[in-house]
């Protein structure tokens, strides 16, 4: 008997969470292909998972204010998980940049992919001054010696039009696609 109530009053406090939740906007991070494809001596890539910091890696957009602190948009948040969301849309993208096929970790074949790419964001945002900046490293790895191994820093800065989430979302897009290029140079290199 007292496991039924228990049963029943964590499915009602589940129900009145999720009613909480609302029916926020939700924005996906879509990047457009990019527009050169870049021939790679390498045939396989594995993404490992981008490293976001904490502000990005949340659901909720942050943008920067005049001054200078990060504040949540309201009642808008991304359409996936930042990470796997980035993670994902950043292995596509490098999958249409280069002659590669790119994945994101796990690796889903049973040979290994020759190259591992492994990106860290210092910043994803809106800035104040209306730029969108993403900036960090990527590591290059290649366990058989395919590729020369190597850290690149990236500086990534788009202006917005505006302030908005569709702007700061399509942004957040163009940036990765610039990534995969950037990315795929390295590779080639």
């Known amino acids: 008997m007292i496991r039924t109530i228990a049963i029943a009053g964590v499915i009602a406090a589940c129900t009145a969470l999720g ?35 904490v502000y990005a890696a949340a659901l909720e957009i942050a943008q ?3 001054d200078g602190a990060l504040y949540n948009i309201p009642d808008v948040l991304w359409a ?23 994945a994101a970790e796990p ?11 492994e990106v860290r964001v210092e910043r994803m945002l809106a800035r104040a001054d209306d730029v969108f900046e993403f900036s960090g490293q990527f590591a290059i790895a290649a366990p058989e010696g395919a590729v020369r191994e190597r ?25 990765i696609s610039a990534l995969s290029v950037e990315i795929a140079k390295a590779l080639a290199r």
């Open 151 to 175: 850290l690149v820093r990236f500086d990534i800065l788009l202006p917005l039009s505006a302030r908005d989430p569709q702007t700061i979302a399509a942004a957040s897009g163009q940036a």
């Open 107 to 117: 690796w889903p074949l049973a040979e290994p992919a020759q190259a591992r790419v």
């Open 64 to 66: 920067q204010d005049r």
């Open 19 to 53: 009613g909480c939740a609302g029916n926020s906007a939700r924005f996906l991070i879509d990047p457009p292909a990019p527009e050169t494809r870049i021939r790679v001596p390498v045939a396989t890539v594995e993404l490992r998972a981008v490293s976001l910091p």
């Open 80 to 102: 996936d998980d930042p990470v796997r969301g980035i993670t994902v849309a950043l292995a596509r993208s490098l999958d249409q940049a280069s002659t590669a096929t790119a």
